[in-house]
């Protein structure tokens, strides 16, 4: 069940004296080019700038774990199954003959980088992205978690019914030899009511900073025990509704670990869970759309270093809309509109259907179009400004609606229903509507792989700015290129959200490269268009 450490060999190496090798890092150089732009009177004046980094990478993985709470849901047990199945080559039946396990839909693991071309016929060569870099193997990650329900896994997959029967049966004594979750904290206000019925596997009591203390102690046993390098704790659990942010109470680090010691009721036991990982110095990763960083939670990763990522799995609706909204605002096509409908029929479907979790789900689903219409203002009006030069309100946008209702007989198959209404040459109207079928679990199980690969590798990554006498340092604490998973990406306060599918993957493709020495990914190929 728990493998060993692994240091597995380069795919690719970099012959460039911008990117050396020892046997502990890979270090490259990198040029960050950019430009600033000052607006004059209507008058754009732009000036290209450029600093130099250098990217150190440290080679060998870490042994890593995988926490999650909530691993006895869909997500949680589907993910352990497919893991232990790819692990132990577990080959099962169905209608269409035999299936193999693999990990289709992971990026990391089942897409490709272009890299270059080969001399003399100039074929583009495409490498597995998770060759760029020494990347921890999901079938390598030992697997571990909470939930409040006590069922045993083995029958929690069996409850989640997303695998087919001959693959459960096979994966189920596998599954039993990972036991039961690890008992977890419950505070009904947060969750719907819905999900009360199995609330029976609780650590004890009400005092939070006795919860704290052992989740941590949970967190340091897993890794003692089982010899980690690296715990990656990952919410995997039911949405919360939203914490309300009170001044004092979970607006700064200090204040948020003084409400936990006096358990006040507006902190959650996601921002719980991931205060414990921050306080342990692992990295914490929120696959649910709840606020659970509030700022309180976001200073206090800053202050320890520790990393954090969110929030809410991007699978199916939202990642086709930020590729659809962006294809049509691109094309110079203005959509009016946008309606949502979703059903579904599985446990995260029940627990949305109250309206504070709801809520929580609207609000992840409902940003993803902004930064796209913000970007195009020959089609949308921007805001008014007021008195004092600063924007009134968001300016012009299309109608975005997202309704989510609990239909149990689709089970985990999550339908989405989408039309985009928009205004096309000369007071033209165009409709496209969108049918999406999809097996959620199935879809959000390789985020999660990719999310906790990443957040490994990237605790790994560490830069320096070239001629600032700067030491290597890690990364900022807010994992923002892990977006492309993720449906509401959480980024560095202050700086905007990049919500467009497309520029997410170009960013992570272009760390990835930057990080051994290679240009990001130019689309340019001017050796195709020049003579
Ligand atoms: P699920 O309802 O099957 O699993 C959630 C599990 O969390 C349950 O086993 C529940 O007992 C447990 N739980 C609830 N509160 C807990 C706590 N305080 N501590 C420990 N365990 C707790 O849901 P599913 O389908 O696995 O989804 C999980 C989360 O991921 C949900 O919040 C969902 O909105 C989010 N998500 C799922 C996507 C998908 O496609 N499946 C996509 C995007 C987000």
Not at 214 to 233: G, M, P, S
Not at 289 to 304: C, D, M, R, S, Y
Not at 463 to 476: I, S
Request: proline share 5%.
């Amino acid at each position: 069940i728990h493998p060993t450490a692994v240091r597995r060999p380069h795919a690719i190496t970099v012959q460039s004296e911008n990117t050396l090798y020892s046997d502990e890092h890979i270090t490259a150089k990198f040029f960050n080019r950019g430009s600033e732009v000052t607006v004059t009177d209507g008058h754009f004046s732009v000036k290209p700038t450029v600093q130099e980094y250098e990217f150190q990478t440290k080679r060998a993985v870490s042994k890593t774990g995988l926490m999650m709470i909530g691993i006895g849901g869909n997500n949680g047990t589907t993910l352990c199954a497919t893991i232990l199945a790819n692990r132990h080559n577990i080959i099962w039946h169905t209608k269409e003959g035999i299936q193999q396990p693999n990990y289709i839909g992971s990026v990391l693991r089942a897409s490709t980088v272009r890299i270059g071309t080969e001399p003399g016929s100039g074929k583009e060569v495409h490498v597995p992205v998770s060759d760029i870099l020494p990347m921890v193997h999901p079938n390598d990650l030992v697997l571990g978690g909470w939930d409040i329900s006590g069922v045993p896994l083995e029958k929690a997959m069996k409850r989640s019914k997303v695998l087919d029967y001959d693959l459960q049966r096979q994966v189920a004594p596998h599954m039993a030899l990972l036991g039961k979750p690890l008992p977890s904290i419950y505070y009904p206000d947060f969750i719907a009511a819905n999900q009360e019925a199995r609330a029976d596997n609780l650590i004890p009591g009400e005092d939070k900073q006795a919860h704290l203390e052992h989740i941590r102690a949970d967190i340091r046993k897993f890794k003692q025990e089982n010899d980690l390098d690296r715990v990656v704790v990952f919410w995997t659990a039911n949405t919360e509704r939203y914490s309300d942010i009170i001044p004092g109470v979970n607006d700064t680090a200090d204040n948020l670990l003084a409400a936990i010691k006096a358990s006040h009721s507006e902190v959650s036991p996601s921002t719980l869970f991931a205060v414990a990982a921050i306080l342990e110095g692992e990295p914490f990763v929120n696959g649910a759309p709840q606020n659970t960083f509030v700022p309180g939670a976001i200073e206090l990763a800053e202050k320890h270093q520790s990393f954090i990522g969110g929030d809410d799995l991007k699978s199916g609706q939202t990642k086709l809309k930020s590729v659809l909204a962006e294809f049509l605002v691109n094309a110079g096509i203005k959509p009016l509109s946008i309606a949502s409908y979703n059903h579904l029929g599985n446990n995260d479907g029940h627990n949305l259907s109250a309206e504070r979790q709801f809520k929580s789900k609207e609000i992840s689903k409902s940003s993803v179009v902004d930064d796209m219409v913000d970007a195009n203002r020959l089609l949308y009006k921007a805001p008014a400004v007021g008195p004092k030069g600063v924007p009134v309100g968001k300016g012009e946008h299309p109608d975005h609606i997202v309704v989510i209702k609990y239909v149990p007989a689709v089970g985990d198959s999550k339908r989405a229903i989408d039309e985009y209404y928009s205004e096309i040459f000369c007071g033209g109207r165009s409709t496209i509507n969108i049918f999406n079928e999809c097996e959620d679990s199935l879809l959000a199980t390789p985020l999660i792989l990719d999310l906790t690969i990443l957040t490994e590798l990237l605790t790994r990554v560490k830069y320096r700015k070239v001629g600032a006498g700067q030491d290597f340092a890690p990364l900022y604490a807010v994992l923002s290129l892990l977006s492309y998973m993720l449906k509401a990406p959480l980024v560095k306060p202050g700086t905007e959200v990049v919500n467009s599918l497309n520029r997410q993957r170009n960013a992570l493709e272009s760390f990835l490269k930057a990080c051994i020495g290679l240009e990001g990914n130019s689309d340019l190929l001017l050796e195709t268009r020049i003579w």
